[in-house]
């Protein structure tokens, strides 16, 4: 591939297959990447394939993989990176096991330092994950495949609506939806399920298909690390939960936020403040669909009724359709209805989120003034048992819920 030998082969990736190679002349070890022919065929993966190219030359970061050349050989475009002598975390895990916290600390701070310049120069990498982050021998962490990369300037669309980029297990659930769309929090999603991974050895979510996944991954249905692994720090603990969370609002605002929260300077750094455990224990908790209509009014004094529908519900808090909006922190008391019977419930729950839903409604998170017990959930959605919890690769380290 012009002036570069090419050894052995050592990686194949979606677009190209990865070789050791040898400048003929220099004698410079490198690594070249080359475009698959099935690759080739595809406009949008010749494209990808070039973007990759132009963001390895313009990102130069110590934890950056660093693009050296590129060039055409028989047609065929290949690019040259800096070799990289060891191997990814993904193999390491997978050979040796979870890592000591402190090296698995080490290695996603020093990614997170490089994905925070890649942000400032508004690019998104989109595919953050243990195979994707090389470790030299003399400990350092390296961020490679920028082929999902996403420029924030570039006025070219290279992914469709309800395309989800990215390796499922470690993708935020947004980009399910819309992969376009993913932005910096989506590698902050990433980078806490790497360290989930790299921490306990096993995956966070365990599921048979990618709609399960998906729902769990909504749910935040995954045990916490040091429910695995209990000598873990609590700080590192928590970023982990924090990183991991469904919503984006929720999630250390950046990854240098996040490098933050894992070193213990919680405070030094503009932003939030941090969720208590029980916070995102409350968040945790498992839901329940129900199709249960109900009706709200404001607390206190407000005489006016209005009609709801009830989404889904947990021990913790409730989330409602509402014709109308209300504003965070406002307080309500829901009277769950039985179409079927003269049965209601009243609750007294308290606005923590506000979305716009379709057909001019509002969708609202709430959480209890007082938690429901299992009895008393049980009760609310009939036949639906909340003590059984459905988990079809069930982990041999992890507690029954």
């Known amino acids: 591939m012009g002036p570069y030998e090419l050894l052995e082969q050592i990686g194949q990736g979606g677009m190209g297959v990865v070789y050791r190679g040898r400048h003929v002349e220099t ?33 130069h970061h110590p934890h950056i993989v660093r693009g050296l050349d590129f060039g055409v050989e028989n047609e065929r475009p290949y690019l040259v990176m800096e070799f990289v002598e ?52 003399d400990g350092q962490a390296k961020l490679t ?10 006025g070219t669309i290279l992914t469709k609506p309800r395309s989800a980029m990215g390796t499922v297990v470690f993708t935020a659930p947004e980009q ?22 790299a921490l306990t050895g096993v995956m966070p979510f365990q599921a048979r298909g990618n709609l399960t996944l998906l729902q769990k991954k909504l749910r935040n249905d995954f045990p916490t690390p040091r429910r695995l692994v209990p000598t873990l720090s609590e700080h590192v603990d928590h970023a982990v939960c924090m990183a991991l969370d469904s919503r ?9 936020r996040l490098a933050g929260l894992l070193s213990g300077s919680w405070s030094d750094e503009k932003g939030g403040g941090v969720d208590s455990p029980d916070a995102i224990e409350r968040r945790r908790a498992p839901r329940f669909p129900s199709a249960r209509p109900a009706t709200f009014q404001m607390v206190p004094g407000e005489p006016i009724k209005w009609r709801a529908h009830v989404n889904d519900i947990s021990l913790t808090g409730i989330c409602l359709q ?25 609750l007294v729950v308290r606005v923590t989120w506000v979305r716009e839903g379709m057909n001019s409604s509002w969708r609202i998170g709430c959480v209890f003034a007082q938690p429901l017990t299992e009895a008393e959930l049980t009760v609310i959605l009939g036949d639906i048992d909340p003590t059984v919890v459905v988990q079809p690769n069930p982990l041999p380290q992890q507690a029954a819920r």
Request: proline share 5%.
């Open 322 to 346: 509402l014709p109308c909006r209300c504003e965070r922190d406002a307080v309500l008391s829901v009277e769950l209805l039985d179409e079927h019977s003269d049965f209601s419930v009243n």
């Open 248 to 256: 984006p609002d929720r999630r250390p605002a950046s990854c240098q």
């Open 145 to 154: 495949d920028l082929g999902l990369i996403k420029d924030l300037d570039a």
């Open 27 to 59: 004698g410079q070890i490198v690594a070249v990447k080359v475009m698959t022919a099935e690759s080739m065929r595809e406009p949008v993966l010749l494209k990808r394939f070039a973007k990759e190219c132009s963001v390895a030359a313009r990102l």
């Open 86 to 137: 060891g191997q990814s975390l993904g193999q390491r895990i997978r050979q040796h096991g979870p890592l000591p916290e402190a090296d698995a600390v080490r290695f996603i701070v020093q990614i997170a330092d490089a994905l925070h310049l890649a942000h400032q120069t508004k690019l998104i990498h989109r595919d953050v994950k243990p195979d994707n982050i090389l470790l030299t021998k």
């Open 176 to 197: 399910f939806e819309n992969a376009h769309e993913a932005n910096a929090l989506c590698d902050v999603y990433g980078l806490g399920a790497t360290l989930y991974y």
